[in-house]
């Protein structure tokens, strides 16, 4: 079953990175989170910042400033990382538009699982987006208007064919890319592993006793 994705799971994952005030928070969703959530408001963060602390999934410390307002530093807790990682591990189902806002937090996020999840993540996106071109590429896109009514047929049909051939191109290439990362990994995770055998093969021809 699907986790919907919300604030705090995003502000979550960011204390769990490194502990930061609300400000520091507001600036973050407001250039890399702006593509995971687009249009944080500061009062939203503090509203979440509040939920989070009352249900014991974050806790902060009051860092004096002299001469200033002291500042709240969040941490998250064990219980708001037990909901944090509960929200990553659960099940990615893509939305009608590719690359959506969550997926990207998911690709954001995925240092905390490492690389098999995020092969299967991308494995997940791209036979959602090939199923999706199979349904809808070549689908029936007439269409109909009454003869009477106060409309430009022939405008849209050309504005709509416009449309479908650029976003034919974009899925294409959405898909092309999400392949393409996808191989990168597998081949990062092969020469990694490769990079280690010979020496744990060194490690066992070692002569018994020599320890």
Known sequence: MRSPMK????????LLM??????????????????????????????SLTTMAENGWATFTVSERPGAQDAKIYSATDLGRQVFMGWLNSPYVPAVYPFD??????LYFIGFLGEDALIDLLTTEIEARERQIAKYRFRDRTIEVGEDAPFDLELTEFVEEFEHQSGSAS?????????????LIIRRRAESREASTPLQTQADALPAGNA
């Open 7 to 14: 604030l705090e799971h995003l502000l979550l994952g960011v």
């Open 171 to 183: 899925m294409d290439l959405h898909v092309a890319q999400a392949r393409e990362l996808r191989d």
């Open 101 to 106: 806002s969550e997926i990207r937090a998911r």
């Open 18 to 47: 490194k502990p930061r005030t609300g400000y520091d928070l507001k600036r973050f969703m407001d250039l890399q989170g702006v593509f995971m959530r687009p249009r944080t408001q500061m009062s939203q963060v503090y509203r």
